[in-house]
């Protein structure tokens, strides 16, 4: 016997007919179709879709995870002492680090020779940044010039994750979150 449901639907006598409802969803989905199309064949924009990468959103939530920025101390050098921690962390195995080694710079003497992501696999999951003892490692919400016709020009090595500044000062936070209403949602 089947298992019956605590919050199974009751069908009425209209729905157990079957036929009339699959006449009034093929109804629902071909005004849609008719309507959008005809918004598209006299130039106007029809369903509301982002014609990506000719079209860029800004209205991208705060807590967006979009591109990676790599953070700097005062004097500009990278924040990351290239432990590897992203890179461990990360599931998608997209980060490629190679450190180097300054005697010179007592309190920092690791650095990143060569920081890369493959934008190609990243799944922007933001564990890199969690996982990151020296908030050398940010997701800015801003997803800019990431489309290429390559594989390989989807990585991004270290200059242009150091270079790629959506915020003036990025030794500063990012702006705090906006505060959580009581339920747990963002205003
Ligand atoms: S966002 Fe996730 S998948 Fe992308 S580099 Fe960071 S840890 Fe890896
Ligand atoms: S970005 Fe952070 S976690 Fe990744 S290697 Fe640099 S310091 Fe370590």
Known sequence: MRKQYWNEAE???????????????LAITGGVFVRNMFK????RKGALT????????????????????????????????????????????????????????????KYPVRFEIDYSRCVFCGLCVEACPEDAIRMAK????????DRWSM??????LLEWQPQGDVAKPYPPPPPRVPNGDRP
Request: charge should be negative; hydrophobic fraction near 35%.
């Open 155 to 160: 990585w991004l090595g270290k200059e242009e």
């Open 50 to 109: 982002t014609y990506y990468p000719e079209e860029t959103r800004w209205d991208y939530a705060p807590a967006n995870r979009g591109k990676h920025v790599l953070t700097r101390r005062a004097d500009g050098s990278p924040q990351c002492v290239a432990c590897n921690m992203c890179a461990t962390v990360c599931p998608a195995k997209v980060i490629e680090i190679e450190a180097g080694f300054d005697p010179a710079d007592e309190a920092h003497p």
């Open 40 to 43: 598209w064949m006299t130039g």
């Open 11 to 25: 069908m009425g006598l209209w729905e157990r007919a079957y036929l009339p409802e699959i006449l009034r969803g």
């Open 142 to 149: 801003e997803v800019p010039d990431l489309p290429a016709h």
